[in-house]
């Protein structure tokens, strides 16, 4: 038995040998048997003439499929197209005209070809063509079915000429079954082919499907132009990022620490790539602040990839000064120690500090008592000299930064104020208000008065106060109450160091200006002073004896020459009472 193999729906060639033992000899009977049928399914007769021109006939089973040739050699009996039912044991009987009969046993084994195989995901839903899209990353599991087939075929998934996976199983419903896997779909998985096929021969093509995969893909790149450089502050500026490798393209945002910005302008080119311009005025709060562009594929969740700028703005210094408070006093006083802060915010660092008073530069050598250390300025037992504004100042490449104004209000206790009236002249039983100004802070000030002389001492002083200013009431009753009047205050800050000393003498300077005009003398006991006034002359002589004026009368007698003399008008003269002084 000969065994040949075919496929439904091919064709196949059944050989029989029908040449004859003998030259003189020829078949004339060809009959063809079906497995135990004895009726011949196809018949050859040529026994009333040649084989040429032999009758040909097809059982019912074979139809029209059936057809000898005795031209090839061997000769066969060709079906085409080939049915699942002709498999089985086929037998080829010669009748020659001479010789005996021959026989020619073959056994035709027809396969079957598997169904086209049927994609599903794992819901059961039918895939063809371009599936998806799926997501970078994500898992993918694919399954393919295939019925039919005798025998049962084999079940792969190829990706071009690379088999993934061959591991195939059968179900009770005479199902192939064949389950992809793929854990973690990459990029380069984009617009992949997979083919599942099904074969159960070497003979045809086998059966397959395919799907093509169409993926959403993350972006892979993100980059923030220009290169990273200090900003300056209050000036807009515009910064790109761009994107690639997002399938579709990327979403861009750009953020400050953990707040969104807006005002930006987005656009994608043709090669997919995103790109997004921001248009912001640095702050100097911004200083040190992150600036965050992100990148992220709408279609992927929870991916995003980002490029980051720690921000450094340029500004010019932002100077803020401080007065150090002594935790002993609220107040500063005379004689403390005054600590002035001057606090900097600037980038970059500042190349020069400076100090200044009441507008006036400061520097080491100013005064002994002015101490500066870079930002801090020292003043060494504080002066009412040092009371006013003080500033610092600061400079950077981007500018100069000046700061508030601090003022230094000196307490300090009270003083004698200049330029004030210090001798009075009075006569005896003649009342004077003696003014005693002080310069204090506070300026509630509680005063004294001391009458002091070679003679004697009196704190009976009449006197009224208001603020800095208190009035003494003076009536000298002898000569002996002609000296030096003292007055001091006290406020909070202390008691007067020094007092104000003021001289009472007999009569008083005259209230109009007086100019020596001429001075002689004999050497002995006549001298001649000339004392000029606005209008007229006056005389006054000097003698031994006394002092005599022209046409004044004596008020006081000096022996001295070189002292002061003043003469005084009679009140019989009815004139007001004025003075010269001769000097």
Not at 228 to 255: F, H, M, Y
């Amino acid at each position: 038995s000969i065994l040949y193999t075919a496929v439904v729906r091919g064709k196949v060639a059944l050989p029989c040998d029908i040449s004859s033992p003998s030259t003189d000899d020829s078949a004339a009977l060809i009959l063809w048997y079906k497995d135990d049928s004895a009726q011949p399914i196809y018949t050859l007769d040529s026994r009333q003439g040649n084989a040429d021109q032999a009758r040909q006939s097809s059982g019912p089973q074979l139809e029209n499929r059936a057809y000898f040739n005795m031209i090839n050699r061997p000769a066969f009996l060709q079906l085409d197209p080939v049915k699942e039912e002709d498999a089985g044991e086929y037998r080829c009987r010669v009748d020659f005209h001479k010789a005996r009969t021959v026989n020619t046993v073959i056994t035709l084994k027809v396969i079957v070809p598997p169904k086209e195989p049927v994609i599903t995901n794992e819901q059961g839903r039918h895939l063809k063509g371009l599936i998806g899209p799926f997501n970078e990353g994500q898992s993918l599991n694919l399954i393919c079915h295939v019925s039919g087939g005798k025998p049962r075929p084999s079940v792969t998934w190829w990706r071009e000429y690379s088999i993934l996976d061959d591991d195939y199983a059968f179900t009770p419903e005479d199902v192939v079954k064949n389950q992809l896997k793929i854990t973690e779909l990459k990029r380069h998985d984009l617009l992949a082919i997979l083919t599942c096929q099904a074969s159960n021969n070497n003979i045809t093509v086998p059966s397959s499907s395919a799907v093509t995969l169409d993926l959403n893909l993350k972006p892979v790149e993100i980059k923030i132009h220009p290169y990273q450089r200090p900003l300056p502050a209050d000036k807009e500026v515009d910064l790109t990022c761009s994107s690639n490798g997002s399938r579709p393209a990327a979403k861009i945002t750009w953020w400050k620490d953990d707040k969104q910005m807006q005002h930006t302008r987005e656009s994608v080119n043709r090669a997919g790539v995103s790109t997004s311009i921001l248009t912001f005025v640095p702050s100097v709060e911004d200083n040190g602040k992150h600036l965050n562009c992100k990148a992220e594929n709408p279609q992927i969740p929870d991916y995003i990839i980002e490029d980051s700028w720690k921000l450094e703005i340029f500004f010019p210094p932002q100077v803020t000064l401080h007065l150090r408070i002594n935790p002993a006093s609220e107040e500063t006083q005379e004689g403390n120690d005054v600590y002035l802060d001057c606090s900097i915010q600037a980038t970059p660092w500042v190349h020069s500090i400076s100090w200044q008073f009441e507008g006036q530069e400061l520097t080491n050598n100013f005064t002994p008592a002015v101490n500066i250390n870079n930002q801090t300025l020292v003043l060494r037992r504080v002066q009412r000299s040092h009371r006013g504004y003080f500033t610092c100042s600061a400079s950077n490449t981007e500018g100069l930064g000046i700061s508030n104004k601090i003022f230094i209000d000196v307490k300090y206790a009270p003083q004698c104020q200049l330029g004030q009236k210090t001798t009075y002249g009075v006569a005896i039983r003649e009342t004077v208000a003696v003014s005693c100004n002080l310069d204090a802070d506070p300026d509630d000030v509680t005063f004294s008065w001391l009458f002091n002389s070679s003679t004697k001492q009196s704190s009976q002083i009449q006197y009224s106060n208001n603020k800095t200013q208190s009035v003494a009431t003076f009536t000298p009753e002898t000569h002996d109450d002609y000296g030096s009047l003292l007055c001091w205050g006290t406020n909070d800050i202390g008691i007067q160091r020094k007092p104000c000393i003021f001289t009472v003498v007999p009569a008083g300077p005259p209230e109009v200006s007086v100019q020596l005009l001429s001075f002689e003398s004999d050497g002995k006991s006549d001298i001649l002073r000339m004392c000029g006034r606005e209008q007229r002359r006056t005389e006054c002589r000097f003698h031994s004896r006394g002092v005599q004026c022209g046409p004044w009368q004596v008020a006081g007698q000096y022996n001295v020459p070189d002292t002061h003399v003043y003469c005084e008008r009679t009140s019989r003269r009815n004139c007001p009472k004025t003075s010269c002084v001769c000097c």
